[in-house]
């Protein structure tokens, strides 16, 4: 099953696919800045890992 999208619809793909990223690098500063780091060693981790898969 082949898909075509516009390039309209890719860079729109793009936008949405930065602007997670950006969140997700924000969510993942703003989690090291906390004084108990430890308590969220696995959110911490989760986010870095989807960063890296996208």
Same mark, same amino acid.
């Given at each position: 099953?082949?898909?075509?999208?516009?390039?309209?619809?890719?860079? #729109?793909?793009?936008r949405q696919?930065?602007? @997670?990223? =950006?969140?997700?690098?924000?969510?993942? %500063?703003? +989690?090291?800045?906390? #004084?108990?780091?430890?308590?969220?060693?696995? @959110?911490? =981790?989760?986010?870095?890992?989807?960063? %890296?898969? +996208?």
């Open positions: 099953m082949e898909m075509e999208f516009s390039k309209d619809d890719l860079i #729109e793909a793009k696919i930065d602007s @997670t990223l =950006h969140k997700l690098r924000e969510t993942i %500063k703003t +989690l090291e800045s906390k #004084e108990n780091v430890e308590r969220y060693k696995f @959110t911490n =981790h989760t986010g870095k890992k989807a960063g %890296k898969s +996208l």
